[in-house]
Nanobody, 124 residues
Framework: QVQLVESGGGLVQAGGSLRLSCAAS????????TGWFRQAPGKEREFVAA????????YYADSVKGRFTISRANAKNTVYLQMNSLKPEDTAVYYC?????????????????WGQGTQVTVSS
């Protein structure tokens, strides 16, 4: 029903910045939540940030508060994750996901659709 494509990953030095994008396959969606998750090698997938359809409410994992910002484009079909002050421990594959609810969720089981992921590597 929903196809998501992440982009913007790459290699960056510690302290640098990257902006990830998550584009939906349709021009518009109704009421929903978009989340960002990440998975490092050998580790479980973890919640990073989420935003509701209107952009009014956001939620961040403690590990990225003050460094990452989630936002929506004017067209509402693209969600961004601005990542500043990157650390080596931020290295992971980053996934965007959509939950068909306006209530923000922070676990994998609460999201219905997933993108393919984009690699972020932060070097020392």
């Amino acid at each position: 029903q929903v196809q998501l494509v992440e982009s913007g990953g790459g290699l960056v030095q510690a302290g640098g910045s990257l902006r990830l994008s998550c584009a939906a396959s349709v021009r518009t969606l109704s009421r929903y939540t978009t989340g960002w998750f990440r998975q490092a090698p050998g580790k479980e997938r973890e919640f990073v940030a989420a935003i509701i359809w209107s952009g009014a409410n956001t939620y961040y994992a403690d590990s990225v508060k003050g460094r990452f910002t989630i936002s929506r484009a004017n067209a509402k079909n693209t969600v961004y994750l601005q990542m500043n002050s990157l650390k080596p421990e931020d290295t992971a594959v980053y996934y965007c996901a959509v939950r068909l609810s306006i209530v923000i969720g922070t676990t994998d089981s609460e999201y219905n659709y997933w993108g393919q992921g984009t690699q972020v590597t932060v070097s020392s």
